[in-house]
């Protein structure tokens, strides 16, 4: 009887442990998503604000405006074709260095990384003195075009380009992580039965990774919809505007209605995100072949006399897309002035002086962003494995819309995004007492 009794009490145990683990983990799930709608719900509120007023409301004059319109293509243009850059640089990337035996891999992953480490605004800065007649580098090798020659990336091609280049980290990752897990029995399996090469890759590798292919394009296409610095840097000055840069022009006239204005503008953005994510979700429910676990190092594919070309092909688009366009940057900082070449009589150390030593709101700035950056990071390490794990565990259905919830605010704009907590949390918080605004 003790044996039993002492296997029932801890049978009981375990019943209550789970249970209040399955509560809490219910509890921090529910916090989340209502964290995460409630920015967007009251930009609701604010949207739909005097509909009474018919075709005189802020939400019609939105829907009425040609502008709109304009900028509502201009995002799916610039986005789409961001998003088909960024599948073909982080595919290429992802296949090469995960399946083959490409040299330097280590040093490969992280170069390719770094883009998206740097922020928007830096990635156009750097690529802006990279082209044009005022390049200081181009200058400094004689290349530079004529003066009064236009700027060839004050296009919409041209912010698609930095789109693409800025989001091809995330179909890496997203690649990658299903080839990691691609079973290497499998492969192995198709070629002692004699199948080829490009077999192997056409009946096996594509489609069983198809899920990471289109989970990157969707976090790729999101990503760039929802992106303020390049648009904004290389769309103002050619009066291209994106429905995030009209947000902000709005935002610059300061006439009456103009939140009601950005409100509806935003749900323009939130209506494409979460399109976007119903057909990834719809897309990866049609795949036939799922990924479990993780099943080891992948298989290698020998690369034989082309090793070398591979990898000089890899480390040469990286050299483009992100050695030359720093470097410009880098020089610039060492002219007196734009349009000035570097040379011996020209290099300064002025600019770095101002900035670094004379000015001590640089270096506020330095630990304000290294404490805010820091500690979202940390607190957002802390609640993504508890929520995976309890995501994972939610019926099919429930877990689209979950998902959904949660990924609405990383598509509007940090503008947006800002106002609309402005709105939500400028007042103490109840109970608490706790302003959180201007923290």
């Given at each position: 009887?003790?044996?039993?009794?002492?296997?029932?009490?801890?049978?009981?145990?375990?019943?209550?442990?789970?249970?209040?683990?399955?509560?809490?983990?219910?509890?921090?799930?529910?916090?989340?998503?209502?964290?995460?709608?409630?920015?967007?719900?009251?930009?609701?509120?604010?949207?739909?604000?005097?509909?009474?007023?018919?075709?005189?409301?802020?939400?019609?004059?939105v829907l009425n405006s040609a502008s709109t319109w304009r900028a509502l293509w201009h995002s799916l243009y610039t986005s789409g074709l961001g998003m088909l850059i960024a599948l073909l640089l982080g595919s290429l990337f992802a296949f090469a260095i995960t399946l083959t035996n490409v040299r330097g891999k280590a040093w490969l992953v992280f170069c390719f990384m770094l883009p998206m480490m740097i922020p928007p605004q830096v990635t156009a800065l750097s690529w802006l003195q990279l082209f044009g007649p005022a390049s200081p580098l181009?200058?400094?090798?004689?290349?530079?075009?004529?003066?009064?020659?236009?700027?060839?990336?004050?296009?919409?091609?041209?912010?698609?380009?930095?789109?693409?280049?800025?989001?091809?980290?995330?179909?890496?990752?997203?690649?990658?992580?299903?080839?990691?897990?691609?079973?290497?029995?499998?492969?192995?399996?198709?070629?002692?039965?004699?199948?080829?090469?490009?077999?192997?890759?056409?009946?096996?590798?594509?489609?069983?990774?198809?899920?990471?292919?289109?989970?990157?394009?969707?976090?790729?296409?999101?990503?760039?919809?929802?992106?303020?610095?390049?648009?904004?840097?290389?769309?103002?000055?050619?009066?291209?505007?994106?429905?995030?840069?009209?947000?902000?022009?709005?935002?610059?006239?300061?006439?009456?209605?103009?939140?009601?204005?950005?409100?509806?503008?935003?749900?323009?953005?939130?209506?494409?995100?979460?399109?976007?994510?119903?057909?990834?979700?719809?897309?990866?429910?049609?795949?036939?072949?799922?990924?479990?676990?993780?099943?080891?190092?992948?298989?290698?594919?020998?690369?034989?006399?082309?090793?070398?070309?591979?990898?000089a092909t890899l480390v040469g688009i990286l050299l483009i897309i992100l050695v030359a366009p720093l470097l410009a940057l880098m020089i610039s900082s060492l002219v007196p002035a734009m349009g000035v070449p570097l040379n011996a009589e020209t290099a300064t150390l002025g600019a770095y002086v101002e900035v670094m030593g004379r000015q001590g709101a640089t270096w506020r700035a330095v630990n304000n962003s290294l404490w805010l950056a820091g500690s979202a990071a940390l607190v957002l390490m802390l609640l993504s494995l508890p929520l995976a794990y309890r995501l994972q565990r939610l019926p099919e259905r429930w877990r689209g819309v979950v998902l959904s919830a949660i990924e609405i605010p990383y598509a509007l704009p940090g503008v947006v995004l800002a106002i609309a907590c402005i709105l939500l949390f400028v007042r103490p918080l109840p109970i608490i007492n706790i302003a959180l605004y201007g923290t």
């Open positions: 009887m003790t044996p039993a009794l002492i296997f029932d009490n801890k049978t009981g145990n375990d019943n209550k442990y789970g249970s209040q683990h399955r509560w809490l983990l219910s509890s921090l799930l529910i916090g989340i998503v209502l964290l995460s709608l409630a920015p967007s719900l009251r930009l609701l509120m604010e949207a739909l604000s005097d509909l009474s007023q018919g075709s005189q409301s802020p939400l019609w004059k181009l200058k400094s090798i004689g290349m530079a075009p004529p003066l009064g020659s236009p700027q060839p990336l004050y296009s919409a091609e041209g912010i698609a380009l930095l789109l693409g280049i800025q989001s091809a980290p995330l179909v890496f990752l997203a690649l990658r992580t299903s080839l990691l897990s691609l079973p290497r029995e499998l492969i192995e399996a198709a070629r002692i039965s004699g199948a080829k090469q490009t077999q192997v890759w056409g009946h096996i590798i594509l489609p069983v990774t198809r899920s990471g292919l289109i989970a990157g394009g969707a976090m790729a296409f999101i990503s760039s919809l929802g992106n303020f610095g390049i648009p904004a840097m290389l769309g103002i000055p050619a009066g291209y505007y994106v429905l995030p840069t009209l947000i902000y022009q709005r935002m610059a006239n300061f006439g009456t209605g103009v939140l009601a204005e950005m409100a509806a503008l935003s749900l323009l953005i939130g209506v494409l995100a979460l399109a976007g994510v119903a057909l990834q979700q719809h897309l990866m429910g049609r795949s036939r072949f799922g990924l479990g676990g993780h099943s080891g190092r992948c298989h290698d594919f020998t690369l034989g006399r082309w090793r070398s070309l591979v990898t």
